[in-house]
């Protein structure tokens, strides 16, 4: 049987698996083998294909659901190190006092590394294998999550000092560093996506926004931005440019097929109607959004309109978590809820979003997002063998409104095995917690900031 | 130092400490004694009283945190058993084509055993050490919860045919039946407190709601009853009584301070002033309420006026998970989006939802929901050595943000140690998990019934 017997690198077989194709096809008792980081064959075990393999590893996941990985569509991985600083303040209060004054003082290159090391070890943990990410030292960002060996793609972060007036100096600035920053990791690794990270457009001048665009269409990248997540963010763009920020972008043609536009909480449908015609991407942050009360995204009637709409955390200052699974129940739960209609943004909705909706947002649908031979070998196993996830009728709705990201046991990224059995196999997750815990000690010990919890009396 | 030490039952020493007192007191690094189910003493490590005793049983804490059990005012245990079984539908359609149809044919003494059983472990898992269950057989609840070592309160479930009508006969067999359960259970064990409930104004007559009031009275136990879930049904009751249910069973003199009221979603300001005069207990299901699309309960107005609000998650079928900790985030983040206001229902606030405001809802405050001396021993312990709760800036904030009942550790229940490190000491999980297939393999091959997701074709 084995005589003539091909070279494999891993084969997985049992348990059901969700390739989540176009068709939603679900295998039964799978047999899926991977080479060279990617899938070679999804069949069921009654498939000759399997016997003809030899592989180097063998996965059991009988009794789980193999499923592509999570993507998460917007993140700013090193905000872990502020996770639960200064939650349940005023929106503004928490950005002045808070989050800007620590940015200022303590983000250096090695807090982003420290941090996206212990967001990287979250995500694997709760299943996502590639993230979209926009911070400062993004290039660190992007090192370390290829070293995690998660698939990122990474957002250069640019923003003015004032976002009314173009300054030329400052835009010639942004394009130089745009260029090199794309120079640098344009095909420098398989796991790295560059892209261009344009704060907001409350934070970038027009001028800004074009030239980025320009430079992101000549080298066929990504713009990420911040698009109507607050009610004040319309206010502030009617009183500078006359329209709202949606229209603004527009306006300056900034909106194409390449675009990310992240929240979207304060769009009218004429809004929704202009991202649907430019094919404009949009990251919802359903968690971010609800804890830092800035707005409900239009999700259902985005979606009617046909936008591509993926899920994203947000930085664990306002999620407070990278959980994917998480942000999966909420999701469903809130858009229900809002809709009144419990058959709206059901399981097998969310979970595309949350799969191959959200790769299809990073331009990546060809690569991840399903399982389905040819594409790279982006794969989780979740363990359905505990109280919370039995009996299982229905592995869509176990996924989305019983789960969590603890129950994701094998993670596979590119064909490498990331996690085995719930052990990080790329990250020394004691070192990764004790470098944020240092960071964590001098914020604390900083009589500059005045964390809430450690001000209040009535402690022993 | 030991010579002349006192027993002790359990010595948990270490972490950090959430009171949930009155005062809100943390205790850094405490030391906590247990003696014949009780808290003997609470104190910090500079406390000469540890040293006093010799513990049968040492707890090591430090790294984690450890607070009140937490009180789940809301269930339906044995419906674990239809978890995720027909999710997304329109709410009538999941009613009546499957959860009625499914409890007439399979919902039988061993069936309410094994998954209140299955449901049991959920709960010890993620921490929950007391609930308030309504059932079928609720008897047989109320027995498994006990061997499991869980705190219950056990209503024993009333509905009419005609809830339009009273019918003389009906309400004597069920005040017969209402005291020969009282009689049984009412000082039967320490654990179990019974209770009557009353299905809903849409389903038990005046006469029945009444009765079983002067019953509950007269023995000082518990009305618990579902009320204004949902939004037909206030034009049920006002088709039927002309009133909306808050003012019908007011009128009825149904409503006092031994009264839980179950999802109050659409009560308007009056109604909320009803609860608050007779001191009317909520109990608040966000979850179940979000994904069936029933609506959203005014919480932070009833809070506002005084009303005593716990969370439940409601029946599995609906939730689909009797996990309290991601309730408490749920409740948070809707609160906080509705109120547009982020420091609407703080960590604390929520918090307390889920301890010692739940038990004092279900009357049990002077038992449990706070870690003071003279209380019963209920307390979890949570560990936070783990990506997701590090860095650790505010154990509320992490408790309500980021943890999930995963995180759970260890669980005490008056005095008896019923998870340790992980692993469950009073239940056999692997049967558990077993009975509770046999019955959803039973269902899955039933003509009768038509699964949704088995009905569904583009499978392998």
């Not at 990270?197 to 980025?212: D, E, M, Q, R």
């Not at 909420?330 to 909705?349: F, G, Q, V």
Request: glycine share 8%.
């Amino acid at each position: 049987m084995n005589t003539c017997s091909a070279p494999l690198d891993i084969l997985i077989t049992g348990g059901t698996l969700l390739t989540m194709s176009p068709a939603m096809k679900v295998v039964e008792d799978p047999v899926l083998g991977i080479r060279d980081g990617k899938i070679l064959f999804v069949e069921d075990a009654h498939s000759p294909l399997a016997a003809l393999y030899a592989p180097r590893e063998r996965i059991d996941a009988r009794g789980c659901i193999i499923l592509p990985g999570l993507v998460n569509t917007h993140t700013h991985a090193p905000m872990v190190c502020f996770r639960g600083i200064a939650d349940d303040l005023p929106l503004m209060r928490w950005l002045n006092d808070y989050i800007f004054p620590l940015e200022r003082r303590y983000v250096t290159r090695p807090f982003v590394r420290a941090g996206t090391l212990l967001a990287a070890a979250e995500m694997i943990r709760s299943g996502t294998t590639t993230f979209c990410d926009g911070y400062f030292y993004e290039s660190t960002v992007a090192e370390t999550a290829r070293e995690a060996g998660l698939r990122i793609v990474a957002g250069m972060g640019i923003f003015d000092r004032d976002f009314r007036r173009d300054d030329a100096e400052q835009i010639a600035k942004h394009v130089e560093a745009a260029r090199r920053y794309l120079e640098r990791w344009l095909g420098a690794s398989e796991l790295v996506t560059p892209a261009l990270f344009c704060h907001a457009p409350y934070t970038c001048s027009p001028g800004t926004l074009k030239a980025v665009r320009e430079v992101a269409d000549a080298h066929g990248v990504f713009l990420i931005t911040h698009l109507s997540e607050t009610r004040d963010e319309i206010g502030i763009i009617a009183e500078a440019f006359g329209r709202t920020p949606a229209r603004h972008l527009e306006a300056l043609g900034v909106l194409n097929e390449r675009t990310i536009a992240v929240h979207c909480n304060w769009l009218d449908d004429e809004e929704i109607a202009i991202l649907a015609r430019h094919d404009v991407k949009v990251s919802h942050n359903v968690e971010s959004n609800m804890k830092l009360a800035t707005g409900m995204a239009p999700v259902v009637k985005m979606k009617r309109q046909g936008v591509t709409v993926g899920l994203g955390t947000d930085g664990c200052a306002s999620n407070n978590d990278h959980d994917l699974i998480g942000e999966m129940g909420t999701a469903a739960r809130l858009h229900k809820i809002l809709a009144m209609d419990p058959s709206e943004m059901d399981a097998r909705t969310v979970l595309r979003m949350a799969t191959i909706e959200g790769a299809r947002a990073l331009g990546l649908d060809g690569i991840t997002g399903s399982l389905e031979k040819g594409k790279a070998a982006d794969i989780i196993i979740v363990d359905t063998a505990k109280p919370r996830l039995r009996p299982l009728y229905n592995p869509y709705s176990q996924l989305v409104y019983a789960a969590t990201g603890d129950d994701v046991k094998t993670v596979i990224i590119a064909g490498r095995t990331v996690m085995r059995d719930g052990r990080l196999l790329t990250i020394d997750e004691e070192g990764a917690i004790e470098a944020v815990e240092r960071i964590a000690d001098r914020i604390r010990s900083d009589n500059g900031i005045s964390i809430p919890y450690l001000q209040e009396a009535e402690r022993c």
